[in-house]
């Protein structure tokens, strides 16, 4: 058998993309990130000093934490919208909010969730990552590793409407692909 040049240069793009997987995290999706220098939006000025009212009422140092001449562009946004600026500042749950995190409580909650998410999502990105080898073209990894846990959303609305149950809330018509 007689090979080819289309044929040993897809040979050796296969080969050389094999010697590329070490122990790096598997990325699914593709950024285009050439690192080339700092992010000049993510640098921003510090307020003015200003002379305290009074010693006596400084905050306490807090190494690594706010400063009061650290610059807050949503905090500012919102007082100049009339809202509260504080109310972005994470302080645990709400009184506002009992009510509602006690009933999404009401079934059970799992402990360490989070840890138990990101180690399934690491486990899906590296089974992916390792057959999706001759994925050729701009497609999203991402997108295409979870495709199989999407929900139907069509599908389970023409099943609600099956059993009489009113679904206000969806789409007057669904795409020619969800048809069956």
Request: proline share 9%; net charge positive; glycine share 12%.
């Amino acid at each position: 058998m007689k090979l080819t040049g289309t044929s040993l240069l897809l040979i050796a793009a296969l080969a050389l993309s094999a010697c590329g997987w070490g122990d790096r995290e598997v990325r699914l999706t593709r950024f285009k990130d050439n690192g080339a220098g700092p992010d000049e939006f993510s640098i921003l000025p510090g307020k003015p000093l200003q002379q305290p009212e009074s010693y006596t009422r400084l905050p306490a140092p807090n190494p690594g934490g706010a400063n009061l001449t650290d610059q807050n562009p949503l905090g500012d946004g919102v007082a100049a919208l009339g809202g509260n600026p504080n109310a972005r500042v994470p302080t645990g749950v709400s009184p506002a909010d009992g009510a509602l995190l006690n009933h999404t409580r009401r079934y059970g909650v799992t402990d360490g969730i989070r840890q138990v998410l990101a180690r399934e999502d690491a486990e899906t990105r590296r089974r992916y990552g390792r057959v999706n080898i001759l994925n050729i073209g701009p497609n999203d990894d991402y997108t295409d590793a979870y495709r199989r846990q999407w929900l139907d959303s069509y599908g389970e609305a023409r099943r609600l409407r099956g059993l009489g149950i009113a679904t206000p809330s969806a789409p007057p018509g669904e795409p020619a692909r969800a048809r069956r």
